[in-house]
């Protein structure tokens, strides 16, 4: 008995000899590397399907998880000039795409480049160079076939021969290879470590899709046509000078209908039966299925290249509801399995090079994760950002002293989610310069002794707020003096400003406002129980020349910028849009480059706020000691 694996009807002649699909093979034919590369070098759509996935695996990279000190060290390694592995990695991701295969050689200060490495020798500083190689720059020995050894499957040396003729022989060890589409068969390939291009299985939809567009582009100049009938046609162009007439003819009359919008033709005008002469009809070809046409070879083509059409072609579906984000979301769900279960495992000989080259050493401990490649919207984040906030009250719980987890661990925890979601940036160092709730919260006897001053006062509380609302508006201008002002002159001294504002008169200016406002609704922003403030040695600094030839320190300050914001808020308008805290040390810079001047580093202590409207006659008053 004869068993078939396909359906057969031998009335319609489907699965017999009459059927024409019975003809059908599918046949290998590699594509010339030449072609290949004329391809991702002149046509965009094979471009794209080379480039695309490697630059969105690449485009976020990774973040390490270490303390701040090895993150640094780590990434400072990833992003030297000669590694540039974020980099390095895209470009043969592509040319492996491209051609098949690529190599990373890892240029490693430990041992001979022929020599095996052995990872527990690479000391701090040894990775030296990242360097990226085609399939065609390079060739190899022998494919080793130890099933019990580590390289299996790889060649047992690479050659890489110089222009001067020289070879280099390099260990597997020290190189990672990328490969293009995998052969599964490996009886087909043979010895080859190399695979296939990816444009190989997309070139006839490629192919399919610049057709479709160049023959659309070639019928716009047909696509409206003049149709002249004229009686005894052939009569006339038996004779030369009648045909050259009839040319001259048409000419002209081609010229009057472009001028005048007008076409002078012999007959009695009529129509049907009663028609005599010459008749003038205009073709027209419809373009109105052809976008969609288009449309459905370009998503075969983004289908073949495993790329949704929303990123291909950088264009969001038509339709209503439809905005592609369900899909894009989807692909770079796809794209994040790829970078955990294809790129990590290629990088991990690297990664173990850059950790030791790093530190000196391989703490266990260290570990990345790549970063998200979706970006949520303001409302997904303001919903996981409730989410977590409500996650950590019911885990903390009402405070009985039953909980599971302390306060504590559950608020590090708790910010350091927040900053990574990126909701509220630099969290952490506010935490750390204000102290949390916990740390601020008011003692027993203080909340005792608030509570008998509040008791006390008040009929005081009834008059002063009276008096507040009965408050004058008036110019605005706040300041803190420099309590420390003595260092900040000896440090511009040292600098070589022979002259400096006096002790006295440096400051830092928290609002000018020429716009009258209520001094009573700024309230009093108290820093320390003495109102002065602090700020730390360190943190940005830069010395400027500002308008008038003031010289002046700027640093950072999150507390100046706040209060400076309150104060906008009760309605003072500064002179300058952008607030910039800084203490002007000088107007007479006389001949010193302040480009060269060493910003001064140490503590500025601040006194107390001071309230006074403006003085218009500021300028007149400043003296230099």
Same mark, same amino acid.
């Given at each position: 008995?004869?068993?078939?694996? #396909?359906?057969?009807?031998?009335?319609?002649?489907?699965?017999?000899?009459? %059927?024409?699909?019975?003809? !059908?093979?599918?046949?290998?034919?590699?594509?010339?590397?030449? /072609?290949?590369?004329?391809?991702?070098?002149?046509?965009?759509?094979?471009?794209?399907?080379?480039?695309?996935?490697? $630059?969105?695996?690449?485009?976020?990279?990774?973040?390490?998880?270490?303390?701040?000190?090895?993150?640094?060290?780590?990434?400072?390694?990833?992003?030297?000039?000669?590694?540039?592995?974020?980099?390095?990695?895209?470009?043969?991701? /592509?040319?492996? #795409?491209?051609?098949?295969?690529?190599?990373?050689?890892?240029?490693?200060?430990?041992?001979?480049?022929?020599?095996?490495?052995?990872?527990?020798?690479?000391?701090? %500083?040894?990775?030296?160079?990242?360097?990226?190689?085609? &399939?065609?720059?390079?060739?190899?020995?022998?494919?080793? #076939?130890?099933?019990?050894?580590?390289?299996?499957?790889?060649?047992?040396?690479?050659?890489?021969?110089?222009?001067?003729?020289?070879?280099?022989?390099?260990?597997?060890?020290?190189?990672? &290879?990328?490969?293009?589409?995998?052969?599964?068969?490996?009886?087909?390939?043979? %010895?080859?470590?190399?695979?296939?291009?990816?444009?190989?299985?997309?070139?006839?939809?490629?192919?399919?899709?610049?057709?479709?567009?160049?023959?659309?582009?070639?019928?716009?100049?047909?696509?409206?046509?003049?149709?002249?009938?004229? =009686?005894?046609?052939?009569?006339?162009?038996?004779?030369?000078?009648?045909? /050259?007439?009839?040319?001259?003819?048409?000419?002209?009359? !081609?010229?009057?209908?472009?001028?005048?919008?007008?076409?002078?033709?012999?007959?009695?005008?009529?129509?049907?039966?009663?028609?005599?002469?010459?008749?003038?009809?205009?073709?027209?070809?419809?373009?109105?299925?052809?976008?969609?046409?288009? &449309?459905?070879?370009?998503?075969?083509?983004?289908?073949?290249?495993?790329?949704?059409?929303?990123?291909?072609?950088?264009?969001?579906?038509?339709?209503?509801?439809?905005?592609?984000?369900?899909?894009?979301?989807?692909?770079?769900?796809?794209?994040?399995?790829? /970078?955990?279960?294809?790129?990590?495992?290629?990088?991990? #000989?690297?990664?173990?090079?850059?950790?030791?080259?790093?530190?000196?050493?391989?703490?266990?401990?260290?570990?990345?994760?790549?970063?998200?490649?979706?970006?949520?919207?303001?409302?997904?984040?303001?919903?996981?950002?409730?989410?977590?906030?409500?996650?950590?009250?019911?885990?903390?719980?009402?405070?009985?002293?039953?909980?599971?987890?302390?306060?504590?661990?559950?608020?590090?925890?708790?910010?350091?989610?927040?900053?990574?979601?990126?909701?509220?940036?630099?969290?952490?160092?506010?935490?750390?310069?204000?102290? $949390?709730?916990?740390?601020?919260?008011?003692?027993?006897?203080?909340?005792?002794?608030?509570?008998?001053?509040?008791?006390?006062?008040?009929?005081?509380?009834?008059?002063?707020?009276?008096?507040?609302?009965?408050?004058?508006?008036?110019?605005?201008?706040?300041?803190?003096?420099?309590?420390?002002?003595?260092?900040?002159?000896?440090?511009?001294?040292?600098?070589?400003?022979?002259?400096?504002?006096?002790?006295? $008169?440096?400051?830092?200016?928290?609002?000018?406002?020429?716009?009258?406002?209520?001094?009573?609704?700024?309230?009093?922003?108290?820093?320390?129980?003495?109102?002065?403030?602090?700020?730390? =040695?360190?943190?940005?600094?830069?010395?400027?020349?500002?308008?008038?030839?003031?010289?002046?320190?700027?640093?950072?300050?999150?507390?100046?910028?706040?209060?400076?914001?309150?104060?906008?808020?009760?309605?003072?308008?500064?002179?300058?849009?952008?607030?910039?805290?800084?203490?002007?040390?000088?107007?007479?810079?006389?001949?010193? %480059?302040?480009?060269?001047?060493?910003?001064?580093?140490?503590?500025?202590?601040?006194?107390?706020?001071?309230?006074?409207?403006?003085?218009? !006659?500021?300028?007149?008053?400043?003296?230099?000691?």
């Amino acid at each position: 008995m004869l068993f078939l694996d #396909r359906l057969q009807n031998f009335v319609s002649g489907l699965g017999t000899a009459k %059927d024409k699909k019975v003809g !059908n093979t599918f046949i290998f034919t590699p594509i010339d590397p030449q /072609q290949l590369v004329a391809m991702h070098r002149s046509d965009w759509m094979g471009r794209k399907v080379v480039d695309i996935i490697p $630059d969105d695996m690449t485009r976020e990279w990774r973040e390490w998880k270490a303390d701040e000190a090895v993150v640094e060290a780590i990434e400072k390694v990833e992003r030297a000039p000669q590694i540039n592995i974020q980099a390095k990695v895209n470009e043969a991701m /592509q040319l492996a #795409r491209l051609r098949g295969g690529s190599l990373m050689i890892l240029g490693v200060d430990a041992g001979d480049p022929s020599e095996e490495l052995v990872l527990e020798r690479v000391g701090k %500083d040894a990775l030296k160079y990242v360097h990226v190689l085609g &399939r065609d720059q390079v060739s190899y020995s022998e494919i080793n #076939r130890d099933i019990t050894s580590p390289y299996y499957g790889e060649p047992m040396m690479w050659l890489f021969t110089s222009s001067a003729g020289t070879t280099v022989d390099i260990h597997p060890s020290r190189v990672i &290879r990328f490969v293009g589409a995998p052969i599964l068969d490996k009886s087909s390939a043979g %010895d080859d470590v190399w695979g296939d291009s990816v444009l190989q299985i997309v070139y006839d939809a490629l192919q399919n899709a610049a057709s479709t567009q160049e023959h659309t582009a070639s019928l716009i100049p047909e696509a409206k046509t003049d149709v002249i009938y004229m =009686p005894g046609l052939s009569e006339v162009l038996r004779n030369p000078v009648t045909t /050259q007439q009839l040319t001259e003819r048409f000419t002209y009359a !081609n010229t009057m209908k472009s001028m005048f919008n007008m076409l002078l033709l012999e007959g009695n005008g009529g129509t049907g039966e009663n028609a005599q002469g010459e008749k003038w009809e205009q073709k027209t070809i419809s373009f109105s299925q052809f976008p969609e046409l288009l &449309r459905q070879y370009l998503q075969v083509a983004s289908g073949a290249a495993d790329i949704p059409m929303v990123r291909f072609l950088q264009d969001a579906p038509s339709g209503l509801g439809s905005n592609g984000e369900i899909t894009l979301k989807n692909y770079y769900d796809k794209i994040g399995a790829d /970078q955990r279960n294809k790129l990590s495992p290629a990088l991990w #000989r690297f990664d173990e090079i850059c950790i030791r080259s790093a530190t000196g050493k391989r703490d266990p401990k260290i570990y990345y994760e790549w970063a998200p490649l979706y970006s949520q919207t303001e409302k997904e984040r303001a919903e996981v950002f409730k989410l977590n906030a409500e996650a950590a009250r019911a885990i903390v719980g009402s405070g009985t002293g039953q909980e599971l987890i302390t306060r504590e661990a559950v608020s590090k925890a708790l910010i350091s989610r927040i900053e990574e979601d990126g909701n509220l940036p630099g969290l952490a160092a506010a935490v750390e310069e204000y102290g $949390d709730l916990e740390e601020n919260e008011p003692t027993e006897e203080e909340l005792a002794a608030a509570a008998a001053t509040q008791a006390a006062n008040t009929n005081n509380v009834t008059r002063m707020q009276q008096a507040a609302n009965d408050a004058a508006p008036r110019t605005l201008y706040v300041s803190r003096k420099v309590v420390n002002a003595a260092d900040l002159i000896a440090w511009a001294k040292g600098q070589g400003f022979k002259t400096t504002l006096p002790a006295d $008169d440096l400051h830092v200016t928290v609002m000018y406002s020429p716009t009258a406002v209520d001094w009573m609704k700024a309230g009093q922003y108290i820093w320390n129980n003495d109102g002065t403030l602090l700020i730390p =040695p360190g943190g940005p600094r830069v010395l400027s020349q500002f308008g008038g030839g003031a010289i002046v320190l700027e640093f950072a300050s999150a507390s100046l910028s706040w209060r400076h914001e309150e104060l906008k808020r009760i309605g003072a308008e500064p002179t300058y849009t952008e607030y910039s805290p800084h203490v002007t040390i000088t107007y007479e810079p006389g001949d010193v %480059d302040i480009s060269k001047v060493e910003p001064y580093r140490g503590a500025l202590e601040f006194g107390p706020e001071i309230f006074a409207e403006l003085d218009e !006659n500021w300028s007149e008053k400043v003296t230099e000691s």
